[in-house]
């Protein structure tokens, strides 16, 4: 079953595809080096924790078997997941994490280089710019020390949000922030030769849409548009063990992480993986791609290695068709509902907003979500310090606030009407629980 990434409220039924094995023994791995001298390079970062998040760290997981059945080594992959899914008492399988209802054990041999709260923005941004001096905690040290000749794979997974990708302590990394990052590392090609980057959550296309440069080296492909969601695979009462009540995958990623295992990847581009992983994804989410579109020409080979065995194999579709709604416990939809209340009155003070209008009233496309993002993460921390951290399900109001900066309301005036209308919000609640 395929499900909302971000909003279990709606599913969709994803049909078992043909389960697809790892590498046989017996076959060589190819060799780390790329044809031209250059290296492989990957990170790979789940940006959630939770039992309830299981398929974020259980996707970051089977992404590194992928790679490393592929040939990088494990010194040039880091890893990123919280780490709290395979020993968590509601893990049917101790100790085991799975990405596939008939799916092996992806977790074992995973290298645990950042988790806890090590899994921050810092130390992302620290690994991806290869900066050892700047990352805090007890981690690994991996970090990226990519050179002009080399190629980096970065797969992150998780909620995400409109113009942010979120982190297990709560925390934002903003569009802005990772394109400068980006940027940085490229370093006029000093830093990379090219850069491949695939994001998972929802309104994905907010992280790229009118920010990533074309002249950077970069190719992104991302699991939504600006102003969808993505969803979530192989859900509870769909073809999943009957053990687990989480998802176990995502369906954009489980798509490219199937096909990637389904294919010989010397041959196969990355553009026709962009394609293959669209037809699996459907009309549910769009399949989106930004930046220097001449890179989706290159063999994913250059990025994630191959496994020969694989060369012959084929994989089903994955189908996918409506379901049910789930009825959610009536506690988180009191929280929700509380939300919705407390941003219709911010929009409708501050923006004139008939109920919902500036949650969906979107940018042209190629125009990025907020012109000024300083602007954004003010506002953000203006909310949240007034009305509370947002949740993953108030991560859509960002487009909200986006709209507060573009409109060029200053921040003391959100300041205020956050104060004034989360308290009033509040009250009425204590008043009615009362």
């Known amino acids: 079953m395929g499900r909302l990434h971000c909003f279990p409220l709606l599913q969709l039924l994803i049909m078992q595809s043909q389960m697809i094995g790892l590498s046989a023994s017996g076959f060589p791995v190819p060799p780390l080096e ?3 001298g250059g290296t492989r390079w990957a990170v790979l970062i789940a940006g959630s924790n939770g039992y309830d998040n299981y398929r974020h760290q259980a996707n970051v997981c089977h992404a590194y078997q992928i790679l490393k059945t592929g040939g990088l080594k494990e010194e040039n992959i880091v890893v990123f997941m919280y780490d709290d899914i395979a020993g968590n008492p509601e893990n049917p399988r101790p100790g ?3 990405n596939h ?5 992806v977790y074992a041999g995973v290298p645990k280089d950042y988790t806890g709260d090590d899994v921050n923005v810092n130390n992302f941004v620290a690994a991806l710019l290869g900066d050892r001096s700047r990352l805090t905690g007890t981690g690994s040290g991996k970090v990226i020390l990519s050179g002009p000749n080399d190629h980096v794979f970065v797969y992150y997974a998780d909620h995400g949000g409109p113009g942010i990708l979120g982190m297990p302590n709560g925390e934002f990394l903003y569009a ?5 990052t980006l940027e940085k590392k490229y370093s006029g090609g000093a830093g990379y030769k090219s850069l491949v980057i695939y994001v998972e959550s929802c309104e994905a296309g907010t992280i790229f849409d009118g920010l990533l440069p074309r002249d950077i080296a970069v ?7 600006s102003t969808e969601f993505s969803y979530a695979a192989y859900c509870p009462d769909d073809d999943e063990p009957s053990e687990f009540h989480t998802c176990l995958g995502d369906l954009y990623s489980v798509a490219w992480m199937e096909d990637s295992e389904a294919h010989n990847m010397r041959v196969e581009s990355l553009k026709e993986q962009l394609e293959r992983v669209r037809n699996r994804t459907g009309t549910h989410s769009h399949v989106m791609e930004y930046g220097d579109l001449d890179i989706s020409a290159q063999k994913v080979h250059a990025f994630m290695g191959t496994n020969p065995a694989n060369d012959n194999i084929t994989v089903a579709d994955l189908r996918v068709q409506p379901s049910a709604e789930r009825e959610l416990p009536r506690d988180t939809m009191a929280r929700r509902a ?4 407390r941003f219709d009155l911010i929009s409708s003070f501050l923006l004139g ?20 993002w300083r602007c954004l993460e003010t506002m953000v921390s203006s909310y949240e310090d007034h009305c509370g951290p947002l949740s993953t399900y108030g991560r859509k109001y960002l487009r909200v606030l986006a709209s507060v900066c573009n409109a060029g309301i200053p921040e003391e005036v959100m300041a205020k009407a956050a104060s004034q209308l989360c308290w009033t919000v509040f009250s009425a609640q204590a008043r009615a629980n009362n």
């Open 34 to 36: 790329q044809d031209d």
């Open 96 to 98: 085991v994490i799975i």
């Open 101 to 105: 209802p008939k799916g092996g054990d």
């Open 176 to 180: 802005k922030q990772l394109v400068q």
């Open 219 to 225: 190719y992104a492909t991302t699991a939504s548009n």
């Open 338 to 341: 509380e939300e919705d209340r």
């Open 353 to 372: 907003s008939e109920k919902g209008h500036a949650l969906t009233a979107g940018r042209l496309a190629g125009q990025p979500l907020v012109d000024d």
